[in-house]
């Protein structure tokens, strides 16, 4: 007894933890510091709700995983599969009357949340964060909700392309692959990029329920929606469970649950006005991470327009309830390393909101943080756009991995090594490659040295006899693409488009008659001044399509393509 009376403490100090949290860096100010209307673009379109259909919600519950924990109701998605065909109309049912009548079932407002170790102190409640379980039956409602919302979204271009997260063909490839290009673009027209990345305080968990309300509105989702996420949004409750204990139920007094389906579209349309703000700098956001790019030649006056949208943004995260951390926000000047930087000129500041009210009187605030490196979206940014920093973090990685796969090789089959490999090793080098893998050859062959080492361990001793004079050989023979050649492979693969579209990074050589340099039917490459241009798309991609053989279409369909240009780059070896 004594043992579960400890571990519902636990439960109830883990909490009062995550509550206190909250509440403590939670802002709520009713004088705005900025007119919302001069920001904000309502779209001149509205969504209309559609009712589901039981075969759309028997089909959703055949696609949901079959592996998540059950939530408070102890209803497993693996039981409602075995039943689909039975429950699914009632469940359609349920999901038309919520919308109906602008009401979400109480019993499903209520969340078990597991504590995961962040970092630090393992016996201190504050190294923890909360992870969210909902029920089964509340995520399928979720899903309904979500698919139609997303859909009307990205249908109508609701939501700013400078938002990347949590949307159909989007993600953290097409945000880095756009963010790269701009800058190589930046600095081989000899400019200095000033860069500031933005860290926020429990941006999910602090939004305000009005405040969100209103943001959903302006996208065009009015009623029954809107109604409907205002009683979702309301008198949630959550309690913590750690082993087979639980803490005592307690109240959600803002934010959108982490962990459910309508959380992420929520937080992308509460910042879809937060562009609006920004009119010197450039933004790059996947959800709550934000980056803004703003270049110049006269750093002086680049900083001066930096530090302008900073205090706008600044003053927007105060009016919408965004708590900005201001000790984890950097500060990066990236340039050449022929144009020598000492230091800025001038100190780049995220004022406090008291700053505003007071009118910068007897401002204490401390400068942002200025780092030679940054690390964003998992990738490492250095202060010459070299890589050099993010291929070495790669291969510390990949050292890592490698150990355990010595020891491995003696105890699994290599057909559970291959499997490995792909999973552990392949997801490391591929992030991103499009991205660093014009860099140095030098560096590359770093990371490509580590893949040998793997790649001995796959293959029998009388292959690595057979290829010992050239180990660059194993690559063809497991059927893998090294890192020199991969990046070639995902630049194409990630720049594809359809046929039906335009690629504004493409275009055709139109011309009677054919010459050494301009061969019709190929792409125009244009020339470039120097290496920081010879990196950006408009320059690698036409080229490497030029390179390719004619049988390889770009705007064939992209699973043939793969296979083809696959096939073609392992021939290259």
Not at 150 to 171: C, E, M, W
Not at 284 to 311: H, I, P, S
Not at 484 to 493: A, C, E
Request: hydrophobic residues 35%.
């Amino acid at each position: 007894m004594s043992n579960q009376g400890d571990a519902e403490n636990i439960c109830n100090g883990f909490a009062a933890t995550f509550d206190e949290e909250i509440q403590r860096i939670q802002h709520v100010c009713n004088v705005k510091l900025l007119k919302r209307n001069d920001y904000v673009k309502e779209p001149d379109r509205c969504m209309r709700w559609q009712p589901v259909s039981d075969k759309y919600v028997d089909k959703i519950i055949k696609s949901m995983n079959s592996h998540k924990s059950p939530g408070s109701d102890l209803v497993r998605m693996a039981d409602i599969q075995l039943v689909s065909d039975k429950i699914a109309p009632v469940i359609a049912r349920l999901v038309n009357l919520t919308v109906k009548q602008h009401k979400f079932p109480g019993l499903l407002k209520e969340a078990i949340i597991r504590p995961i170790h962040k970092k630090g102190d393992r016996k201190k409640y504050i190294n923890y964060r909360p992870i969210a379980i909902l029920s089964c039956i509340d995520k399928i409602i979720e899903k309904c909700i979500v698919d139609q919302l997303s859909n009307y979204l990205q249908t109508n271009k609701i939501l700013d392309n400078a938002q990347h997260g949590f949307q159909r063909g989007k993600g953290t490839n097409t945000l880095l692959s756009k963010f790269t290009n701009d800058i190589n673009s930046y600095l081989g027209r000899g400019m200095f990029v000033v860069a500031v990345f933005f860290d926020n305080k429990k941006a999910f968990d602090t939004l305000e329920k009005d405040t969100l309300l209103h943001a959903i509105e302006e996208c065009g989702v009015g009623e029954p929606l809107n109604e409907w996420f205002r009683d979702y949004l309301t008198a949630r409750s959550y309690r913590v469970k750690v082993g087979e204990a639980y803490s005592t139920a307690r109240g959600v007094r803002c934010g959108v649950p982490q962990g459910s389906g309508c959380g992420p579209v929520c937080y992308l349309m509460h910042v879809n006005s937060l562009t609006g703000v920004l009119h010197h700098c450039t933004p790059y956001m996947f959800a709550d991470d934000l980056c803004v790019l703003c270049a110049g030649r006269d750093l002086a006056e680049t900083c001066a327009l930096v530090q302008q949208d900073l205090d706008a943004v600044v003053k927007w995260n105060h009016d919408n309830g965004i708590i900005l951390n201001s000790e984890k926000t950097k500060l990066i000047v990236i340039h050449s390393p022929y144009m020598p930087l000492k230091d800025i000129p001038n100190l780049l500041y995220t004022h406090s909101y008291n700053c505003f009210h007071n009118n910068n009187v007897k401002c204490s605030c401390k400068p942002i943080e200025k780092v030679k490196c940054v690390t964003y979206l998992g990738v490492k940014i250095d202060e010459y756009f070299s890589w050099s920093e993010h291929i070495n973090f790669i291969c510390d990685k990949l050292r890592a991995i490698l150990y355990k796969f010595y020891y491995l090789s003696y105890k699994v089959p290599t057909s559970t090594l291959r499997l490995l490999y792909t999973s552990l090793v392949e997801s490391i080098v591929d992030y991103a490659l499009d991205c660093y893998g014009l860099t140095f050859k030098t560096y590359i062959e770093k990371i490509e040295k580590m893949q040998i080492k793997f790649l001995k361990l796959l293959v029998n001793n009388k292959v690595k006899n057979k290829y010992k004079n050239d180990y660059k050989k194993i690559f063809k023979f497991c059927n893998i693409l090294p890192v020199s050649i991969k990046h070639k492979y995902l630049l194409v693969i990630n720049n594809h488009y359809s046929s039906g579209d335009h690629n504004p990074l493409l275009t055709k050589v139109i011309n009677t008659h054919n010459t050494r340099a301009m061969t019709s039917g190929k792409y125009v490459v244009p020339r470039v001044n120097n290496y920081y241009e010879d990196r950006t798309l408009k320059k690698r991609l036409p080229y490497l399509l030029n390179s390719l053989p004619q049988d390889i279409n770009h705007n064939d369909k992209k699973t043939l393509l793969k296979i083809r240009l696959k096939k073609h780059l392992l021939n290259l070896l």
